[in-house]
């Protein structure tokens, strides 16, 4: 089955922890993004990769890290520098960068 | 960053009824998606529209691209329970790096 996977469904973090979201898909594409959902908003791009070993910024990328080693995988990493961490976090993937992208089911963040 | 104006904000409809909703922008877009998002899932495509004027049918399902290219409308016919989630627009440009969303669209249909 091809697809996009997200783990942890939920996420649970102490203040001053950093925490690792993972996302795997495996539809070939090239280009992987990360986004961060909130109540009464829109989706907000925190970051986005084109090709294996290349990133870039998006709005919101304070407080996050990334990485693309392998093509199929792209995790985020919530720094403590994260203020408020709390939100529903979606990871897609699109053959291209101009191409229609395709979600996860996501996972919600919860600070304790 | 960049966000598409969408509205209706939210909509109650009984079953049965037709339904409409739009996403306006103040640039042009090349791309217009729209995606339908259930409660705790990720956002799932519904239709994509690539060109000005053109409208796409999936189902009940129909989506415009705007003649301007700086909107798009979406509308569902005889809506029926599962209908029910939060409808979201998307939008890219030229530049063609990026896709920006709108606010969201929840839609209840009453039985």
């Known amino acids: 089955d091809g697809g996009i996977t997200q783990s942890p469904k939920y996420l649970f973090r102490k203040e001053g922890q950093n925490v690792t979201l993972s996302c795997e898909q495996n539809?070939?594409?090239?280009?992987m993004y990360w986004y961060r959902q909130d109540p009464g908003q829109g989706l907000r791009l925190i970051y986005y990769?084109?090709?294996?070993?290349?990133?870039q910024k998006g709005d919101i990328a304070e407080g996050y890290s990334v990485s693309r080693e392998k093509k199929e995988s792209f995790p985020l990493t919530v720094t403590s520098a994260q203020k408020n961490p709390t939100a529903f976090y979606l990871c897609?993937?699109?053959?291209?960068?101009?191409?229609?992208?395709?979600f996860g089911p996501g996972t919600r963040l919860l600070v304790l | 960053g960049q966000q598409l104006n969408q509205s209706p904000q939210s909509m109650f409809i009984q079953e049965g009824e037709d339904v409409s909703m739009n996403c306006t922008s103040s640039s042009i877009f090349n791309t217009w998606l729209w995606y339908k998002q259930d409660p705790g899932e990720g956002p799932v495509l519904l239709i994509a529209l690539y060109k000005a004027g053109e409208l796409t049918s999936n189902g009940r399902l129909t989506a415009q691209f705007g003649i301007t290219r700086k909107d798009s409308f979406l509308n569902i016919s005889a809506s029926i329970p599962s209908d029910v989630g939060i409808y979201f627009c998307a939008g890219q440009g030229p530049a063609g790096n990026q896709f920006y969303f709108g606010t969201g669209t929840s839609l209840t249909v009453i039985p």
């Open positions: 897609a993937s699109s053959m291209g960068s101009e191409e229609t992208q395709y």
């Open positions: 990769s084109q090709i294996v070993n290349d990133f």
């Open positions: 539809l070939n594409h090239d280009a």
